[in-house]
């Protein structure tokens, strides 16, 4: 697909059910794909088996359905595509960007202490630049059950966000060779995310705010796999009641428990239209009301809220979805 068209992507990892936060970043980016003539595209994250079995049937067709939004063409299923994922790797290999990275974390742990500043328990530690192997073997990509790192090298980063405005990152700083296969033979969240984004011809990605870091990696594999990296449009996270994130786990808020409830889907549009214009009220709207009242600009000044009062889910608020 060209870059011709714009599409954006609604990616959700079936590892948990979906919630009211999830629910606000989903419907902003449908309405900005739909106001903005994007094509918008559906992909299942399921590259972590394990917690996509236990988590069940998320019924995420359902809700989607539930909540108006429509997505274009086929979704793309992650765990169909390993060898697609396999392929970028030996992309990567022939490049000499990635390499076998086979230690355990406790030898991480120590690399990272033997360099000798000391450090506050919240900064960042990156992967050693001392456990990168000397050129030779390491640096290939055998499909072999090990870790693969990629070489990131040092150098600002700079993230021009459409929503969240610039920020600039030092990934060598950070995060350091960071994980790109895993040792149970998948691919890392980062290099499934940046493969499919590519295949997909997304040359929009909406998503929260907790995921605009990554975008400084994101942008590097982009630019290591031949590809433009795409826009990027991170937006405000909902907290819960009390201040924390809204977890997955929060079953009281889950989608598809307020479907089973009987609430009214306007309302829960009205709720997300609330938090992104910082409305003090809200009130039912359908999916083209819903439209209307999202922008570029709305999304920027959200931010500019958020920055100093991030949106929260206050308990009348939940009490308001329910008074139908
Ligand atoms: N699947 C990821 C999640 O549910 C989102 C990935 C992305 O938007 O880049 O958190």
Redesign the pocket.
Known sequence: MGRMHRCSRI???PTGPLHLGNACTFLVNWALARNLGWRLVLRI?DLDRDRAAAAGDTGTAEILAWLGIDCDGEPVVQSERIESFAAAMGHLAREGLVYESPHSRSEVREAQEALGAPHASDAPRPFPASLRPAPGDAWRFARRDVNHRMRIDAGDERIDDEAAGPHAFRPAEVTGDFLVWTKSGIPS?QLA?TVDDIAQGVTD?V?GND?LP?AALQSRLHRALGAEPPRWWHLPLVLDADGTRMAKRAGACSLASLREAGVDPDRVRGLVASWARGDARPEPVGPDGFRARIDPNILRSWHARASVSPPRLEERSLAWLHDS
Do not use: I
């Open positions: 990616a959700p990892s994250e969240y995310v990605v998503r995921l990554s």
